[in-house]
């Protein structure tokens, strides 16, 4: 029996199973088993080198956002229309076959776009192109679900969990959950948080499943069975996404206000050009990017080009800064002066842990010695021991 026919298997047993107390830990043990089946179901086939069929792409600028859905909802047409860069759109599925990148400038910014080729129920197990483009979404920053507003509301939750199959987390952190494998001193567990959705058996009997004997378990929260799965696989990706509803000029008014209402959903028409300067600034504000401009010592700051940063990824402290910058820079500074929304008065004297805000001005003030010319220091230095030889020869040091 294949991959997909014991998950198969195993989502009917759990469909056949009530839910009760009595079969809580039955039904933890029958989701840990899917867990790890889904898992084997990642890995790359042997002998494949992975990927290929025009789906890497190189990343680009200072974020990267894809674009997922079904066929036709207008995926290809809005990129064409975001970034200039021409791709395919027609009114037949499947138009486009690879992944097409296209770059948005918004704030000083470079933003890549992906258009992806359509997927449809059964992707996460292979159907269509489906394993690549969601290999392309867990690569990116933001997904932007591209969704026709005239066509089932369903759509969004098949989307949903076919990228939750393929261990895809949208618009969720992670749980708050220690957990770290032992070599001996089996399992020991602890919460900080009253657990009401999972108890110390149910625990142990997952990682019984896992067959994981020595381990230390913490619980911060009220974590589900499910977290705790997705803690012990350790490879999930906990990623943004914006419920893009494109086609909005082809359905009525109070439609299109239900929509705009829901969670995390942002409706749009390609075709009237409607709402895409929202999406932008949607699209920009999840992105949480950092500018940071920096000012040379009695100089005006440098506006053309920011130093772009994350918070979400690689940080946004003065130390991140001065890693973009430079490798040594770190090393010279003495403090940064900063000016902007992070500082609490203008310039606020600040050390490596500040964390910087978009738009903030940094100048970074380095160590006098280096500043007054470290190579002539060493130098100096260097010559130290033929030096105090000559002064031993004088005068010793030791009578
Ligand atoms: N009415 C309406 N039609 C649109 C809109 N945007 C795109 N379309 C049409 O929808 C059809 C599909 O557009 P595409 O851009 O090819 O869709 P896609 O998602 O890239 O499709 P695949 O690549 O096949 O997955 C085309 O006929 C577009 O002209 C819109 O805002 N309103
Ligand atoms: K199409
Ligand atoms: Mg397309």
Known sequence: MGIIERIKE????????????ATEYHLGQ???????????????PKGSSGGGDGFEVTKYGHGRVALIGFPSVGK??????????????????FTTLTCIPGVIRYNDTKIQLLDLPGIIEGASEGKGRGRQVIAVAKSSDLVLMVLDASKSEG???ILTKELEAVGLRLNKRPPQIYFKKKKTGGISFNTTAPLT???EKLCYQILHEYKIHNAEVLFREDATVDDFIDVIEGNRKYIKCVYVYNKIDVVGIDDVDRLARQPNSIVISCNLKLNLDRLLARMWEEMGLVRVY?????????FDEPFVLSADRGGCTVEDFCNHVHKTLVKD???????????????????LSHRLEDEDVVQIVKKKEREEGGRGRFKTHSNAPARIADREKKAPLKQ
């Open 197 to 199: 959705r999972i108890d």
């Open 333 to 351: 500074m003495k403090y940064a002066l900063v000016w902007g929304r992070s500082a609490r008065h203008y310039p606020q004297h600040c050390g």
């Open 76 to 93: 290809s047409t809005l990129l064409t229309m975001l970034t200039g860069t021409h791709s395919e759109a027609a009114s037949y599925e």
């Open 155 to 157: 759509h969004r939750q």
């Open 30 to 44: 029958l989701k840990a088993k899917i867990a790890k089946l889904r898992t084997q179901l990642l890995e790359p």
């Open 294 to 302: 920096t000012k040379p010592q009695g100089q005006q700051p440098d």
């Open 10 to 21: 195993i989502e009917a047993e759990m469909a056949r199973t009530q839910k009760n107390k």
